[in-house]
C-alpha cells in the first residue's frame, strides 16, 4: 500500500484496458477512414477500416472477458 491507495486500485483490470484501447483504435480508424474517402487515398481509407476493425474486436473481447468475471 502506497498513499493510501490499495493496490487493487492502481491496477486497472485488463478488459477494462482492453475496452479503453480498443475504442481508442476503433475512433483513428474510423478518423484514418474518413480521411481517406475525402482524399481519395484508397491506401489510408483502407488501413483506416482494419484499425478500426481491429479496435472493435479488441473492445468486444475485453467486454467478454469482464462479462466471464461477473459469473
Request: charged letters at 35%; glycine letters at 18%.
Given at each position: 500500500?502506497?498513499?493510501?491507495?490499495?493496490?487493487?486500485?492502481?491496477?486497472?483490470?485488463?478488459?477494462?484496458?482492453?475496452?479503453?484501447?480498443?475504442?481508442?483504435?476503433?475512433?483513428?480508424?474510423a478518423v484514418k477512414e474518413k480521411l481517406g474517402r475525402a482524399t481519395n487515398n484508397r491506401g489510408m481509407e483502407s488501413r483506416g477500416t482494419l484499425e478500426k476493425t481491429g479496435g472493435k474486436i479488441q473492445k468486444k473481447a475485453g467486454d467478454v472477458v469482464n462479462d466471464l468475471q461477473k459469473d
Open positions: 500500500m502506497q498513499g493510501g491507495i490499495s493496490d487493487d486500485k492502481k491496477i486497472m483490470k485488463q478488459s477494462t484496458t482492453n475496452q479503453i484501447k480498443g475504442r481508442g483504435r476503433e475512433l483513428k480508424g
